[in-house]
């Protein structure tokens, strides 16, 4: 059973949007905080964006203004909404939660 499971990647058009979600079974999971990071092949990881136990969020200065980090702690779930993406956000996104799991990531293809 994986702790922390990552869906919503696939195929968009350059300039569309898309929806990432993770998942988790973590015990208290209003309580802790939640990142998205991604990854490139041979490349370290970059964080996106941080959101609180507070709902308090926080971005990487290039995906302000086009990416939001949400949480609802109902379905103890994590969503990234991306907007305007382009070719170069094309790869790897993960969740990381606080309490130290990550994801085995979810693909995100940008491309006409």
């Known amino acids: 059973q994986l702790y922390v499971v990552e869906s919503g990647g696939g195929l968009v058009q350059p300039g569309g949007s898309m929806r990432l979600s993770c998942t988790t079974v973590a015990q208290s999971f209003a309580t802790h905080t939640l990142y998205w990071y991604r990854q490139a092949p041979g490349q370290q990881r970059e964080w996106i964006a941080t959101i609180t136990s507070g709902n308090t969020p926080s971005y990487a200065g290039a995906f302000l203004g086009r990416f939001t980090i949400t949480r609802d702690n109902a379905k103890n779930t994590l969503y990234l909404q991306m907007t305007d993406l382009k070719p170069e956000d094309a790869t790897m996104y993960y969740c990381?939660?606080?309490?130290?799991?990550w994801g085995r990531g979810t693909q995100v293809t940008v491309s006409s």
């Open positions: 990381y939660d606080n309490e130290g799991y």
